[in-house]
């Protein structure tokens, strides 16, 4: 959906509005604003509450994923998260600023903020991901501590699945998946994040699209950024995120991008036997937002004015 550029932010914030200078030069409004996917409140609280102390959208998104990554009932995400088949938790995450910097950390274990080991990779090392053990060393040599990640609930889950060993994708299996979050602060400068534990009892050492950067999340702070929930082999083939900015920057509203990249999977992979689900969400320059996701039940949380959860529309 596109939303109208609210010249103030609530929650004690103040007027905050202020004029932005793009790369092209073109005078915008703008106002802090974070979107995320699923009914993430905690996490665009605690990005807007980054923002309103004068942290940078970097500093936002960061501290928006770090909630559900610690966030023992959530169990797609960090710690509490399903593990794989083997009975191991791993994590993925992808990090990315309005410079077009990025990191990202692959199947990285025991180490609950995998958020911060991707910014770590990104500001510390020329790379852009890191996977494995070279993740799990990277992190320890820079002070993350080793934890177990498997929670009593999600033990218990993966026993149970052991009995018969169906393996299914899920879809919006208790109303939350990976979180993609974005923000743009008070200067108009946009970046993104993305973690998840990945797909429930998957094979050992399978990726998904949340660490790709352009896949599971992308930005450009000419444009805009997008960020996907869901199945993500799909979205890895089809390059949503970075799909939905290109779009943008054609002129499509990010509403209108969305649902172009959504059209694009059903199209291509039309007559698949199996029934999956995928999750857009987008923001531009001038604070629009937009969602859109192939089946009904996609939700995602704005917090502009208000802290908010809206149903996306869907395509089937």
Request: glycine share 10%.
């Amino acid at each position: 959906m596109n939303r109208s550029l609210l010249g103030t932010l609530g929650m004690g914030l103040g007027s905050v509005a202020c004029e932005a200078k793009t790369p092209q030069n073109e005078t915008v409004s703008t106002v802090p604003i974070v979107i995320a996917t699923w009914d993430n409140r905690k996490a665009t609280k605690a990005a807007m509450d980054a923002l309103a102390k004068g942290q940078s959208a970097l500093d936002a998104v960061e501290a928006g994923a770090r909630v559900p990554e610690a966030d023992v009932k959530d169990t797609s995400v960090g710690y509490g998260g399903f593990p794989d088949r083997d009975g191991n938790v791993t994590l993925d995450a992808c990090i990315m600023d309005e410079k077009g910097n990025a990191g990202s950390v692959a199947c990285l274990k025991n180490i609950m903020h995998p958020i911060s080991v991707a910014r770590k990779v990104m500001e510390d090392t020329p790379h852009v991901m890191l996977v494995g053990e070279g993740a799990l060393d990277f992190a320890k040599a820079k002070g993350f501590e080793e934890e177990n990640l498997l929670s009593e609930n999600a033990e218990k889950a993966w026993k149970k699945w052991l009995v018969k060993k169906e393996y299914k994708p899920k879809i919006n299996a208790e109303r939350h998946d990976t979180i993609g979050i974005l923000a743009v602060d008070a200067q108009g400068q946009i970046s993104g994040a993305c973690t998840t534990s990945g797909m429930a009892y998957k094979l050992a050492g399978r990726v998904g699209d949340s660490p790709i950067i352009g896949a599971g999340m992308y930005v450009d702070n000419e444009v805009g950024g997008a960020a996907a929930t869901g199945l993500g082999e799909y979205v890895m083939k089809t390059l949503g995120s970075f799909l939905i900015v290109e779009l943008m920057r054609q002129g499509m509203s990010p509403q209108e991008a969305c649902e172009e990249a959504i059209r694009r999977v059903v199209k291509k992979y039309e007559g698949t036997d199996e029934a999956f689900q995928i999750g857009y969400i987008a923001v531009n320059k001038k604070g629009e937002t937009g969602a859109y996701s192939i089946r009904k039940g996609f939700n995602y949380a704005v917090y502009q004015e208000e802290n908010k959860v809206f149903e996306a529309t869907h395509m089937v």
